[in-house]
């Protein structure tokens, strides 16, 4: 089946430094995969980060950036600095396109960044 | 953003007894989902409802569960009766499209005794 693996835990970084959490997916589904970050900030719903719906593509929003990579089936998502409020969890989530729009999500990563 | 919310944020009750979850998506949106997140696990789809059918449904979405959407209003999670194992955190998502962003509420937690 289809399903969603990324960096487990929590993930400690300081602030200005830069930070990867990976992700990959696997996707056995007939029809397309279309690739998302959602983000929960603390007291606050999942919202969506970014998405790349096209192999190759590059997603980006509040500095972060993702790479749909086809090839080795990745998604991971970059930032060059973090600040102490991207301190949130992190959910690389997957689509199927043709069916009816469910996403599959990963673990959840848990970014602590220390002043 | 577009905001779904969902009512109640807690709900605690015992075995056997029923839960109504309720959630008030995004206005225009037609799509419709629940989502089942237990401590420590992933967040996992259990149902997508649209124009007032079950489009598809998970393993996850046993016999006791069902959901609707009367007039408009709310689009509801019904567990009846509950069980220990139903205890988890339920998510609502609205779309309006079926290429568009997934709305998430900030979930109704629920324990059950």
């Known amino acids: 089946g289809d399903s969603v693996t990324q960096t487990e835990g929590q993930v400690t970084v300081s602030e200005s430094k830069s930070l990867i959490i990976n992700c990959t997916y696997s996707a056995t589904s007939i029809g397309y995969p279309n690739l998302f970050w959602y983000v929960r900030y603390p007291g606050e719903g999942l919202q969506l980060l970014l998405k790349?719906?096209?192999?190759?593509q590059k997603g980006s929003s509040r500095g972060f950036e993702a790479t749909y990579n086809k090839e080795a089936t990745s998604f991971h998502l970059q930032k060059a600095s973090v600040q102490e409020s991207d301190s949130a969890v992190y959910y690389c989530a997957l689509r199927v396109t043709g069916n009816t729009g469910k996403l599959i999500f990963g673990l959840g990563t848990t970014l602590q960044v220390q002043p | 953003g577009p905001k779904v919310l969902q009512i109640p944020s807690h709900q605690i009750i015992d075995m056997g007894q029923m839960v109504t979850l309720n959630c008030d998506p995004v206005?225009?949106?037609?799509?419709f989902y629940w989502y089942k997140q237990i401590l420590g696990q992933q967040m996992e789809f259990l149902v997508n409802?649209?124009?007032?059918?079950?489009?598809?449904k998970s393993k996850l979405f046993k016999d006791q569960f069902s959901v609707e959407r009367p007039d408009g209003s709310y689009f509801t999670l019904k567990i009846q009766p509950t069980a220990l194992e139903d205890s988890a955190v339920y998510f609502c998502?609205?779309?309006?499209?079926?290429?568009?962003?997934?709305?998430f509420g900030p979930g109704t937690r629920l324990l059950v005794l």
């Open positions: 409802f649209y124009n007032g059918k079950v489009m598809e």
């Open positions: 790349v719906i096209t192999a190759g």
């Open positions: 998502a609205s779309r309006l499209g079926v290429r568009d962003t997934q709305y």
């Open positions: 206005s225009n949106h037609l799509y």
